[in-house]
Structures are given as structure tokens and as C-alpha cells.
């Protein structure tokens, strides 16, 4: 087993045919980092399939513990100023999709509930910014109210590569008089941050299962302690009610409306920015790697697998085309090149 640290140094291995596969998720990666001459001259195959697996809760995440972020018309004037879909149109190419609600998406009737995430509207903003006392405006153009506090807060996040989303929204806010500082925490050490309640906005996103939970995330018994997945510290007694009842109803029926009112008290209390998700696999491989035709499934995550959890994805390598490939190289021969797409399962 290699372990190669440096994503740039581990796709340079990829390319001289050290590994056998390589994640292309990433979109400047996909359109960007792809044009060399193993792709051009079909030597890596190029694949793209969409998925319908379920995701997680997340996006932006407000704590609701720190100060102003416990006024609600605040926390909705931040909804309405977050740019999540100038961010994915910009800065992911329009490869990524909105979530539909901030506690995730696919779960089937569970979230089946029309659900739309709200919309960029600086002007709404303002309104609500207005209404919690943030009615002037400073010379930065960030807007103060009559305390002399600034409408700034802080954006948590774990990964260099979210630097230019984080920075596109930002920009955004500043149209609503609403200011966006970037905290870059490396890696785990940004989970921990927030695990910690120190954060006062998270961009994070959760893993999920076919159920969706949500004990963990908005019951008033993880609120305002550390080392819970209760991210926004809200809670609320009528919430607390709907989840224990969801907790233990084997009635699917019955359990498919609370979760649709567990939905909408959430959605009701603003703290969450729905984000967005990835609905794909999108991998390189060399071209010895073969996947039968259609290979996608709704939950395939990982079209060829590299050390991870095996998953729905189906592949063996053809040690002839292995051979074959090795010697076109040594001969600097090219093959026609290879880009799968299957968008079956596209939403």
C-alpha cells in the first residue's frame, strides 16, 4: 500500500501509471487537470456517472449560541444572503446541485416533502438584517447597529480547495451589508473546532443513511455541549416532541409526516444555509481498468474502487490490454480517447 499525502503528487502518480485509478470529483481537476497527454492519447479513460444516493444535512451551519446569530431574523437574513447558487454556477461549473433542504436529500418519502432551498435575495436580507437592528451602514458597507456591532461573522471550514467558494460567498454578502470572514482550520483539526462549539458559521456537510436522523442533530439533549453533532445549538421543546416520536414509530406512514414536520420545524428555525451535493462518480482510470456497459447503479459511489469500501461498483483489469497499452507507450502509439458518461440516474 502507498500513501501519497499530496493529492497534486498522488494524480501526477496517477498519470505515469503508478495507480491504477484516480478520484476526478474535484471540477477544476475534471475540466482543468485532465488535458495531458495520457488522456489525449486514451491511455486513461475519463468516467462520469450520476448517482441518486442519499446525502447528508449541511451547508452552512449558524450556531445560534453566539451572540446575534440568536436572533432569528439575523440567522434569515444570512439564508438570503448566501450565494449558493451563484457559488455552484461560478466556482463548481454548475457540476454540483443545490440541496433542496438543509437536512440532506434522496431519503425517498421521508423528505419527500416539496421542499426548495431559499434563494439568493439581497434585498429580503436587508429587510430581516433591518428588523434585528442592523439599520445603518458603516463606510466598509457592512452594516452596524445601534450598539456599534458590526454584521460580521466568521465561516469555519476544514479544506484548502473551498477557499475560492467560501471566498465567492463572501463577495455575495456584501450586497446585503453582511460581512464573511474566512477561518480556515486544517482538516479534522476544523471538525473539532466545531464539535467544540467555537465556531460561530460551519461549512460543513454530513454523511447520512437510507433513514435520515435527527436526534443527533436538533434534540435539546446535545444543545449547548461539546462533542455532539448538534452543529446550531437549536432546540426546541416542540421539536423535542416530534423527535422522540419519530425515534420510536415503526408505522412507516406515520413516520414519513413527522419527519416532514421535524423537516419544517427546521427549516422554520434558520439555521442551517442549505448547501449543495455531488450527485456523481466521476473517476480516471487507465484503460486496462474495464466496467461492463451501463455500470451505474442509484448507489454506485465509486466506479472503481482504490482501498475504500467496495460499494456497487463492478470492475476487473484485462492484463492483455495491460500489455498492449505498455507497449504503446514505449512506441509512443495513441489509442482513441475514452470519456463515459451515464447520466441515467441524473436529477
Do not use: C
Not at 7 to 22: P, R, S, T, Y
Not at 43 to 58: C, D, L, R, S
Not at 164 to 190: H, M, W
Not at 206 to 227: C, L, R, V
Amino acid at each position: 500500500m502507498r500513501v501519497i499525502r499530496d493529492n497534486d503528487i498522488a494524480m501526477k502518480h496517477f498519470e505515469k501509471g503508478n495507480l491504477d485509478v484516480f478520484d476526478l470529483v474535484l471540477p477544476d481537476i475534471w475540466h482543468e487537470k485532465t488535458q495531458s497527454e495520457p488522456y489525449k492519447k486514451g491511455y486513461i479513460t475519463k468516467f462520469w456517472g450520476y448517482n441518486e444516493v442519499p446525502v447528508g444535512a449541511g451547508g452552512l451551519w449558524m450556531n445560534s449560541a453566539m451572540p446575534m446569530l440568536d436572533d432569528i431574523n439575523v440567522r434569515k437574513g444570512i439564508l438570503y444572503a448566501t450565494d449558493f447558487d451563484g457559488m455552484i454556477e461560478k466556482i463548481t461549473r454548475g457540476d454540483y446541485s443545490r440541496k433542496p433542504h438543509a437536512m440532506g436529500f434522496g431519503h425517498g418519502e421521508y423528505d419527500n416533502d416539496g421542499a426548495t432551498p431559499p434563494p439568493f435575495d439581497p434585498k429580503k436580507a436587508i429587510s430581516h438584517f433591518e428588523q434585528a437592528g442592523f439599520d445603518q451602514v458603516g463606510a466598509d458597507g457592512i452594516r452596524v447597529n445601534d450598539k456599534g456591532e458590526r454584521l460580521s461573522f466568521a465561516i469555519t471550514y476544514g479544506y484548502q480547495q473551498h477557499t475560492p467558494r467560501i471566498a465567492y460567498l463572501k463577495e455575495q454578502a456584501k450586497q446585503a451589508g453582511l460581512e464573511f470572514t474566512i477561518n480556515l482550520v486544517d482538516g479534522s483539526s476544523a471538525f473539532k473546532y466545531v464539535l467544540e462549539k467555537k465556531h460561530q458559521l460551519a461549512f460543513l456537510n454530513m454523511g447520512t443513511s437510507e433513514i435520515p436522523a435527527y436526534w443527533e442533530y436538533f434534540h435539546s439533549d446535545n444543545a449547548n455541549k461539546t462533542q455532539t453533532n448538534n452543529h446550531s445549538n437549536y432546540s426546541s421543546p416542540a421539536l423535542d416532541k416530534l423527535i422522540m416520536a419519530y425515534k420510536s414509530e415503526f408505522d412507516t406512514a406515520k413516520k414519513y409526516q413527522l419527519s416532514h414536520q421535524i423537516r419544517t420545524k427546521i427549516s422554520e428555525a434558520s439555521v442551517i444555509v442549505p448547501g449543495y451535493m455531488v450527485p456523481y462518480v466521476r473517476q480516471g482510470f487507465w484503460r486496462y481498468v474495464q466496467i461492463p456497459d451501463n455500470a451505474m447503479t442509484k448507489r454506485t459511489e465509486n466506479m472503481v474502487t482504490s482501498g475504500r469500501v467496495m460499494g456497487f461498483g463492478t470492475f476487473w483489469i484485462d492484463e492483455e490490454m495491460k500489455d498492449a497499452t505498455e507497449e504503446a507507450m514505449d512506441d509512443d502509439k495513441a489509442f482513441e480517447p475514452v470519456t463515459i458518461i451515464d447520466d441515467r440516474y441524473k436529477l
